[in-house]
């Protein structure tokens, strides 16, 4: 559906500002659809994303700061994260033996196990991204890494 369609608004005052507007509601689209698909999980997006850094750390230590610096969501608060996953028995925290400053955090069997569980959501299966061609989704990142530049 178009996005004049799902905002309601029958005009812009440019490509721009559609454009803008367009990415803005399509991340919040697919960050809701994500979650529904997390939930039967019992995680969340950030949550996620802090395990699929610790698996891809395995089995190396990540610290809080390491962890911040590779989220997707910077604004994300990595220690209450890590609290949380650490409740659910996902990770392990442990005071680093090189440096008493820093925390060592590890992915438990446990934790490896859930992602392995939701490796079939990989890639945004479910989301609606996969609704475009493979030349298509590579023609967004282009124009995404763009924006960024």
Do not use: W
């Amino acid at each position: 559906m178009k996005i004049e369609e799902e905002i309601k608004q029958g005009s812009f005052k440019s490509e721009f500002q559609k454009a803008y507007i367009n990415v803005l509601y399509t991340s919040g689209y697919l960050e809701q659809k994500q979650s529904a698909l997390f939930k039967p999980h019992g995680i969340t997006l950030p949550q996620y994303n802090v395990l699929r850094i610790l698996r891809g750390q395995h089995p190396k230590p990540a610290t809080i700061s390491l962890l911040i610096e590779r989220m997707l969501d910077k604004t994300s608060n990595a220690s209450r994260i890590v609290d949380k996953l650490e409740a659910k028995e996902l990770v392990t925290r442990k005071q680093c033996p090189a440096d008493r400053r820093t925390v060592d955090v590890l992915i438990t069997p446990k934790g490896l196990d859930l992602l392995k569980e939701m490796d079939v959501l990989e890639g945004g299966k479910g989301t609606g991204i996969t609704n475009l061609t493979e030349d298509e989704a590579a023609q967004l990142n282009m124009l995404l890494d763009k924006i960024r530049d």
